[in-house]
């Protein structure tokens, strides 16, 4: 149908039952119309239906090229051009705008399958990346008498960055009490040297982040890992997991002196006379957190108190 004919056209919104539709309203049958199924019809207007929102980039084509109206340029004679450049024939009108749907839909199916390919080939790589940290872990194990103690260190902290060597997973350890076991004794091995460099105390949101990026594509979940923390002690690893009265939950190590940490609250907290939880955060270098649970526990025994304010909760020696 020649995009001459059209006077205007509008969009009908679909309902309960009917889909959304194009209607589009026609001059008169010209006296030169070609033959077709039809040489006359009681209507001015035609109907098109859509599904799955193909009338919007169908009205958005339709309104472009009744701007433009590029018909005009086309000579009457030669209604379908042809591209001399590739020999494909190039439709005009609404077989045209149909056709050029139709292949962008093509190209975005294309272009969804290359990207699922990549990522697939990305899968691929990260556990080649896994079974070559694995072999350099196991070769460190077998000369550990021909590599000294700094170069073992050094060999290690390269395979945290790239990633645990071995990762306990559900397809290697199954389901359930047996995988949790294997993990928890995994994450014992992990977090030690961590904990120790953040005075022997971790947020499980901290160590929830270090240990996914660490395992790489083998994320865990946050039930797994705290399944997994609750059998530290079980099995009579040199970590635990606590919750404070709060309710924050922690991985500290079993050498962590409780008495140790209220001292320290104590002492910092009389040296500069006051402190807030972020003043003590920067003092330090924990998390504001776990800095607000430790004054938390020293007031708890007694050696704080506090003053919340407007200005907010600050803790002092308690002299009384």
């Not at 645990?164 to 949790?180: C, D, F, K, L, M």
């Not at 076991?181 to 994450?187: G, I, S, T, V």
């Not at 500069?272 to 020293?298: N, Q």
Request: net charge neutral; aromatic share 6%.
């Amino acid at each position: 149908m020649p995009l001459s004919q059209v006077i205007y056209f509008e969009e009908q919104a679909a309902g309960i039952g009917k889909s959304a539709k194009i209607v589009v309203h026609l001059h008169p049958t010209p006296t030169n119309k070609e033959p077709g199924p039809y040489q006359h019809s009681k209507y001015s207007f035609i109907k098109m239906s859509f599904k799955e929102h193909g009338q919007i980039e169908f009205y958005r084509r339709l309104t472009e090229e009744m701007t433009q109206k590029r018909w005009e340029n086309t000579p009457v004679s030669q209604p379908i051009a042809s591209d001399s450049k590739t020999g494909r024939t190039r439709a005009v009108g609404i077989v045209g705008i149909e056709r050029k749907i139709e292949e962008k839909r093509k190209e975005t199916d294309k272009n969804i399958s290359e990207a699922f390919e990549d990522l697939s080939k990305l899968m691929v790589k990260a556990k080649e990346m896994v079974e070559l940290s694995k072999s350099i872990a196991n070769k460190i194990k077998d000369k550990q008498g021909d590599i000294t103690e700094d170069e073992t260190i050094r060999f290690k902290s390269y395979l945290l960055s790239m990633g645990i060597a071995n990762p306990v997973t559900r397809e290697t350890h199954g389901s359930g009490t047996h995988y949790h076991l294997q993990l928890a004794k995994q994450l014992g091995d992990m977090l030690q040297a961590p904990l120790e460099e953040r005075g022997g105390m971790m947020a499980l949101t901290e160590v929830y982040c270090l240990v996914n990026r660490a395992r790489g594509m083998e994320l865990l979940s946050p039930e797994d890992l705290v399944n997994a923390c609750k059998m530290f002690e079980s099995l009579k690893l040199p970590l635990r997991l606590r919750v404070f009265d709060s309710g924050v939950m922690v991985v500290q190590l079993q050498s962590h002196s409780e008495e140790e940490m209220i001292a320290s609250a104590l002492d910092n907290v009389s040296e500069k006379g006051s402190l807030t939880a972020e003043e003590f955060a920067k003092l330090l270098g924990l998390s504001v957190l776990l800095s607000k649970e430790r004054l938390l526990l020293a007031e708890k025994m007694g050696h704080l108190c506090r003053d919340d304010s407007v200005e907010g909760l600050r803790f002092y020696p308690n002299l009384f």
